[in-house]
């Protein structure tokens, strides 16, 4: 038997499904995809971020006698090239989105797929109803899942050890400047292994789940691009922490958020159209002055924290999980801007990006997805900036020119721009009009639905 072991959004050899069911001849491949990688920029950081972690896998399995073919093509053209050579199957993990769909249903037509749910803990599939129709509200679905979080150890898989390598060429490796990319300096918790990782989150857990909201904290296990790219499998992680000397309950409520991922997975599996479209079918009356979207994308809103948050964003790739919930809610709700945009937004630069939490996470915002906040629950972004930002320390750390400014003003709508000394950009629009206006719409969206 020859098999194609095509890794993709598991680049690790540690707890391989397509390792683990492998036989006898083995070519392990990874492709950067063009169809892909033609969309970014050419400074986009997680392009650097993968070539360093596929360089890592080639390693990886030479230490364990097999090897890995590098290829920057598209799929079809790999597949293609590769379908007169004898090989009965790929195996590889299984994608949900939308183009992985289309993808895999071209690629199995030119060599039989096998795939393995390998980048999440549970299958949409596992998980429904007593009338066989999947959830709509997490807390009854993680509760069906109860006999796998309150498990202490998940099985992993075990690598077959007599797999033989095919011959071929594995020299070749193409630069991140044949790709037309730009080498870019990573932030300094992803040159971290995954297990020195978990060690810094072993000393933060007991107190994660306050000090996880706060800015200017570094509490969480900064675990979600590793995750993303499957340099560490989710029952990895939750191994992982429930192995941990810290609290059960702290524990418990880690693992908790880990299968709000699995939620938005499920969700997105079952419910394929939400990735472009309102889960619940409302129809809202969207902003659509493109002015006022692109103050939000490059942080001249005039309200501090979503400034700060957006620009930090645009220079590093990452947002603090609190930070993702308030600029959302002032996008889709203050500004009243349709949230597909803001998801697009994430999607373009957001270095743990995957479209089932991204897309899941921005129709919750919006009130327009699966068990959404209520749509008349909206952020106030000064109140949240002095709950979680007390001392402005993130603010100011992000917005040089308000180092000086007195934090009460930082906090107080209107305040920094009260400063006859600044120059900051005025407020789009007021906290107080903008919330009632949110109200009114969505309120009429959802009656006219009914």
């Avoid at 790999?78 to 992985?100: H, P, T």
């Avoid at 000393?203 to 996880?212: G, H, L, M, P």
Wanted: charged share 30%; glycine share 2%; with cysteine.
């Amino acid at each position: 038997m020859k098999q194609i072991l095509w890794f993709r959004r598991d680049l690790r050899i540690a707890d391989s499904a397509i390792l683990s069911f492998a036989k006898d001849e083995v070519l392990p491949i990874f492709i950067f995809d063009k169809n892909i990688l033609d969309k970014l920029e050419r400074d986009d950081k997680r392009v650097t971020f993968i070539y360093n972690s596929v360089l890592k896998l080639k390693q990886d399995l030479k230490e364990i006698g097999l090897h890995l073919a590098i290829f920057y093509s598209t799929p079809k053209e790999v597949f293609e090239s590769l379908k007169n050579q004898g090989f009965d199957s790929i195996l590889c993990s299984v994608d949900f989105d939308n183009y992985a769909k289309k993808r895999d249903e071209e690629i199995a037509k030119i060599i039989p797929m096998q795939t393995f749910t390998d980048s999440f803990i549970t299958h949409p599939n596992d998980c429904l109803k007593a009338d066989k129709t999947p959830y709509k509200v997490f807390t009854p679905y993680y509760k069906n899942l109860s006999v796998i979080w309150n498990s202490y150890r998940l099985e992993e898989f075990e690598t077959n050890k007599n797999l033989k390598l095919i011959s071929y060429d594995f020299d070749f490796i193409p630069t991140l400047e044949n790709m037309g990319f730009i080498k870019q300096t990573l932030p300094q918790f992803l040159q971290k292994s995954t297990d020195e990782l978990l060690e810094d989150f072993e000393q933060k857990i007991d107190n994660y789940k306050i000090d996880r909201d706060f800015f200017d904290k570094n509490a969480t296990s900064n675990l979600a691009i590793h995750l993303r790219f499957g340099l560490i499998s989710p029952r990895q992680v939750f191994n992982k922490i429930k192995e941990l000397k810290a609290r059960t309950e702290n524990k418990e409520f880690f693992i908790r958020e880990l299968f709000w991922r699995e939620f938005y997975n499920y969700i997105l599996f079952h419910f394929p159209k939400s990735e472009t479209s309102n889960l619940n079918e409302i129809k809202v009356n969207w902003n659509e002055d493109e002015t006022v979207f692109q103050k939000w994308c490059e942080g001249n809103t005039g309200v501090p924290i979503i400034d700060a948050a957006m620009r930090y964003f645009n220079l590093t790739g990452t947002m603090h999980n609190r930070l993702r919930m308030i600029v959302s809610s002032y996008l889709t709700k203050n500004l009243l801007v349709d949230w597909k945009k803001g998801e697009r937004y994430f999607a373009s630069k957001l270095l743990d990006y995957e479209a089932s939490s991204n897309v899941g996470s921005w129709q919750w915002a919006a009130s327009t997805g699966a068990d959404s906040v209520p749509y008349f629950r909206i952020f106030n972004p000064y109140l949240q900036s002095a709950k979680f930002d007390k001392d402005a320390v993130f603010i100011k750390s992000v917005i040089p020119e308000l180092k000086d400014v007195n934090t009460k003003l930082i906090h107080s709508e209107n305040g920094v721009q009260s400063n006859l000394f600044l120059d900051y950009p005025k407020q789009i629009v007021s906290i107080e009009f903008s919330r009632k206006r949110a109200i009114e719409e969505f309120k009429r969206a959802n009656n006219e639905k009914c």
